[in-house]
């Protein structure tokens, strides 16, 4: 049984950081990308980050130079690095491996305030 376990999130002021990380079992990510998405209510899951597990790593426009996004294959474990956070960050964000299929973790909240 596959499973993405997200943790990580929370609620932070402007400015600050988090760090989510995303634990995988019964997949080997090393064969996987693995992305992070934000859903907010009554909106779509969008495509915050992703690394492709070649060394290519794709970020969205909003994310760009405030956000990292890492793996470590070795703990079969992604991670998203957030600073400088902004109100408008505030989602549910969500783990995602693929490989010919997707997998998707249950999500984390993280929410900030002005």
């Known amino acids: 049984q596959v499973q993405l376990v997200e943790s990580g999130g929370g609620s932070v002021q402007a400015g600050g950081s988090l760090r989510l990380s995303c634990a995988a079992s019964?997949?080997?990510?090393?064969?996987?990308?693995m992305a992070w998405y934000r859903q907010v209510p009554g909106g779509e899951r969008e495509l915050v980050a992703v690394?492709?597990?070649?060394?290519?790593?794709d970020y969205a426009d909003s994310a760009k130079g405030r956000f990292t996004i890492s793996r470590d294959n070795a703990k079969n474990t992604a991670y998203l690095e957030m600073n400088s956070l902004k109100p408008e960050d505030t989602a549910v964000y969500y783990c995602n491996a693929r490989y010919l299929r997707d997998f998707w973790g249950q999500g984390t909240q993280v929410t900030v305030s002005s």
């Open positions: 019964g997949i080997v990510i090393d064969f996987y990308a």
């Open positions: 690394n492709h597990g070649d060394g290519r790593r």
